[in-house]
């Protein structure tokens, strides 16, 4: 269980909806949810290449017409739109602003409401803690900048939604984790050696993970 939150979106009035980080194993719950809602699934986007499952991207795409998959150009994945900073998601009256935010991996990307009350920051910030650095182009220092200037940077009331979570937690507030992040209220040389030293072992899925997310949304996983 890779612990991962999938996000669903959508305009109330024209019922177009984005989903953000699917997963594979849950699409049939996703898709009972869409249709029960009576929503338009326009695009499924992926907040960074996942090392821990398997994209629900391309399964979903085979079931919804018309819809697009969506990540970021420097994931070195592929997708039908490749997201870069500043590029925006629309979704009825609504819209999605991308922020590049490395350091987990090179493509990581949060996404911003429009109106800034809502963060979607994958695995660069998540609640208390933050993603690893350790591999897929990891970089401790390039975490520590995105969050301090990509997402701190955001009003202190906007909501924090993260990719994964593994005590339970789904929220947490800019101002919040600014002041009580136990990694990212350090200065950047003890953030560095902090995640030096996490001593994490490598996910379980990552060989088989990496390579089926690298085709996100457009071959068979």
């Known amino acids: ?3 991962t939150y999938t996000y669903l979106l959508a305009d109330s009035e024209s019922a177009e909806a984005v989903i953000i980080d699917p997963v594979l194993e849950t699409v049939e719950r996703d898709l009972m949810l ?3 809602l009576g929503l338009t699934l326009k695009m499924a986007v992926n907040t960074h290449c996942h090392a821990d499952h398997i994209t629900g ?3 979903l795409k085979r079931r919804v017409t018309g819809l697009q998959s969506a990540i970021s150009r420097l994931s070195g994945a592929s997708a039908d739109l490749l997201l870069s900073e500043g ?3 629309p979704f009825g009256r609504h819209v999605l602003t991308v922020r590049e935010t490395p350091g987990h991996t090179d493509g990581c990307v949060t996404l911003v409401l429009g109106d800034q009350s809502l963060a979607f920051t994958g695995d660069t910030l998540l609640i208390r803690g933050c993603g690893r ?3 897929q182009q990891g970089c401790a220092k ?5 969050v301090h200037k990509k997402i701190f940077t955001l009003p202190d009331q906007c909501l924090v939604y993260p990719a994964h979570d593994y005590k339970g937690q789904t929220v947490s507030t800019v101002g919040e984790e600014r002041r009580f ?4 209220t350090k200065n950047l040389e003890e953030f560095i050696d902090i995640m030096n030293n996490l001593n994490l072992q490598k996910p379980a899925k990552i ?3 990496v390579p089926a997310n690298l085709v996100c949304g457009l071959h068979e996983v």
Do not use: E, H, M, W
Not at 181 to 184: I, S, Y
């Open 133 to 135: 650095t350790d591999f």
């Open 87 to 89: 590029d925006t998601i």
């Open 207 to 209: 060989d088989v993970a």
């Open 1 to 3: 269980i890779s612990s």
């Open 34 to 36: 869409v249709n029960q």
């Open 142 to 146: 390039r975490l520590y900048d995105s």
């Open 57 to 59: 991207s391309g399964q």
């Open 181 to 184: 992040n136990p990694r990212l």
